[in-house]
């Protein structure tokens, strides 16, 4: 079921501190559309999500961001999207335009998570996160928090957390010493 599914997912981000409060939102890929979050939900709670149709209006009660998650889907074949406000990540965001993991897991599975641009809500945000996701399976808008897209909700929150671990690392061992 879709709501266990996303409940599971939640309760991930919120046990890792990936996401505080009622921030933060996800998504899967449907028959013309996707199901997103609700505006304002907790995350690790049970709560069906809300069709959102390909184009046109979204209906009352789907999470305000729905318009990066559509681009998103526009400009690749992603399945499920996360959106979460990882403390460490959102630090390293503003020391560079693109971060480099230096451990392990980072390297390996995202070797580059790019940095963009974009105010909540807007044009900018969802062409910028929309762009760097057809290349990255995760990206950092600047001061603001992640998107990773993937096959899976499941994918999606792994990509998330080796982001925020990866930047912790980066933080931790002084390579971005500079915006502490
Ligand atoms: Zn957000």
């Known amino acids: ?3 266990q ?5 939640g309760g991930r981000l919120f046990l890792e501190g990936l996401v505080g409060a009622s921030f933060g939102n996800m998504s899967v890929r449907a028959e013309g559309g ?7 939900a907790y995350l690790d709670a049970r709560e069906m999500p809300v069709f959102v149709p390909d184009g046109g209006e979204a209906p009352d009660g789907a999470s305000s961001e729905y318009r990066v998650h559509r681009a998103v889907y526009r400009a690749a ?3 499920a ?7 460490h990540a959102v630090a390293a965001s503003f020391n560079t335009d693109s971060i480099k993991p230096i451990d392990s897991e980072g390297r390996i599975f ?3 998570i790019p940095v963009v641009e974009g105010e909540p809500g807007t044009d900018e945000i969802a062409q910028n996160v929309s762009e760097a996701l057809r290349n990255h399976p995760v990206t950092i808008v600047r001061g603001h928090g992640t998107f990773a897209a993937s096959e899976t909700l ?3 929150y792994i990509y998330t957390s080796i982001a925020e ?4 690392i980066l933080l931790l061992s002084g390579r971005l010493r500079r915006v502490l």
């Open 1 to 3: 079921m879709l709501d």
């Open 34 to 40: 996707f199901y997103i979050t609700r505006s304002g």
């Open 154 to 156: 499941d994918e999606a």
């Open 77 to 79: 074949p992603h399945r």
């Open 110 to 112: 995202c070797p580059e």
């Open 81 to 87: 999207i996360v959106h979460a406000h990882p403390v």
């Open 165 to 168: 671990y990866a930047c912790r």
């Open 5 to 9: 599914e996303f409940e599971r997912i």
